[in-house]
């Protein structure tokens, strides 16, 4: 699954990140404020280019990111969102 994939690579990658919540279709993870753009690319990596080719529906992932749940705002071009510590 996705999930896990994303979960290895911040790792093996050594991310300071790490899931917290899904959803239904929406994956939650706390980042430290340094690692957000390789986290956003993970999690875009692992979400949209793992859907199998046969299934030829667009599959669009957005990525939100903020200090607190009411705080998110989509990522230009990146459903998960990702907090944001500074600790």
Known sequence: SSLIRINKRF???KI???L???IHDANYAECHLDAIDEAVE???EEMEDKVPLESRVPFEVEI???H???DL???KDLP???FVSED
């Open 42 to 44: 993970i999690m875009r």
């Open 11 to 13: 790792k093996t990658e």
């Open 16 to 18: 300071p990140a790490h």
């Open 20 to 22: 917290i919540l899904t």
């Open 73 to 75: 705002e989509k990522v």
């Open 64 to 66: 939100k990111v903020g």
């Open 80 to 82: 998960s969102a990702l």
């Open 68 to 70: 607190r749940w009411g």
